[in-house]
């Protein structure tokens, strides 16, 4: 989690690069990366694949990536 924080706090400091996301394409990403650290949990995910956002990508794939964290403790 340290290092979660570290990666925010120097994304702070840089200008929010303002873009369209797909947020299904990114979520599916990181559920993969998930299920290959998680290989014993098996998880029924459900993904709508037209979820858009503007924002900064990388803020939210950090987002997501907590979000996910969370749901599998």
Request: net charge negative; aromatic share 2%; no cysteine.
């Amino acid at each position: 989690m340290l290092e979660h924080l570290l990666r925010l706090s120097s994304l702070t400091v840089q200008s929010l690069d303002m873009e369209p996301v797909n947020l299904g394409n990114l979520t599916h990403l990181l559920v993969e990366e998930a299920r290959i650290r998680h290989p014993d949990r098996k998880i029924n995910w459900r993904i709508d694949e037209n979820m858009h956002a503007e924002g900064d990508p990388m803020l939210l794939k950090l987002l997501l990536q907590h979000l996910l964290s969370n749901a599998l403790k």
